[in-house]
């Protein structure tokens, strides 16, 4: 698993040593395993099943997907998969409740449901934050912007904007507020992480979100071991 700061030197398994082949190592097995125990209620998901996500995505238009890079930036920049937005580990939990309060507002209004998938090197960083997202989807939502959501049920403009006379014209009804309908939020971790991703050969891209790159930050020169030696890259 991803080790504390002062542990990304310390083995977290018995070796490190990769198997060849696409399929995750003994390693990488053992590390899968650590990170279902250590997060019980988190929801895996599989390179496969995400790999078929994202190639369902321009079929499926009541559905979202949200990739979510937990690592630190200087990770992200090396390379990320597809799509990624990079969510910043350091985040507080207030910060968390805003963003996953306020995403439905960034969203097509037709997603009836959104996938939000975190990744990082192995699976333990991302796993925690999707632990926090969980529990920030089920906290209240801030009373700030609670406020500024709530739009007239006549005209649809916000009430805020309403209350001043500078909602839609002619507007005749009475100021009614009505919260929008967030969809279906399922979080899940990506077992493996990135490490796993690439080991399989999947597409990166670098920093310009565009061009494709074999290369992953390691993390650590130890669990650094875990991908493939030409593909190692600190910066």
């Known amino acids: 698993m991803d080790p504390p700061e002062e542990d990304k030197n310390t083995p977290g398994s018995s070796g490190a040593t990769k198997e060849h082949g696409s399929g995750p190592s003994m390693a990488m097995r053992s ?14 998901l599989n390179t496969s099943a995400l790999f078929k996500l994202m190639g369902e ?12 890079d937990t690592r630190e930036k200087s990770e992200y920049d090396v390379s990320h998969l597809p799509g990624a937005r990079w969510l910043d580990p350091a985040t507080t939990d207030g910060e968390l409740s805003t963003f996953v309060h306020y995403l439905p507002s960034k969203l097509p209004s037709q997603y009836a449901s959104l996938d939000l998938v975190c990744y990082c090197s192995v699976g333990y960083r991302s796993s925690k934050m999707a632990a926090r997202l969980e529990a920030a989807l089920k906290s209240p939502v801030p009373a700030a912007f609670k406020v500024a959501a709530l739009t007239c049920r006549y005209c649809g403009a916000r009430m ?33 992480g990135i490490f796993q991703w690439a080991n399989e050969n999947q597409r990166l891209v670098d920093a310009s979100h565009c061009d494709a790159t074999q290369h992953v930050h390691p993390y650590s020169v130890v669990w650094g071991q875990l991908i493939d030696a030409a593909r190692r890259k600190w910066s």
């Open 31 to 44: 590390l899968m395993s650590a990170v279902r125990a250590s997060f019980p209620t988190v929801r895996q």
């Open 160 to 192: 805020s904007d309403c209350e001043k006379g500078e909602g839609v014209p002619g507007c005749a009804g009475p100021v009614s507020a009505a919260e929008p309908t967030p969809p279906d939020t399922n979080v899940f971790n990506l077992e493996g």
């Open 57 to 68: 995505a321009p079929g499926r238009p009541n559905h979202g997907l949200l990739i979510l």
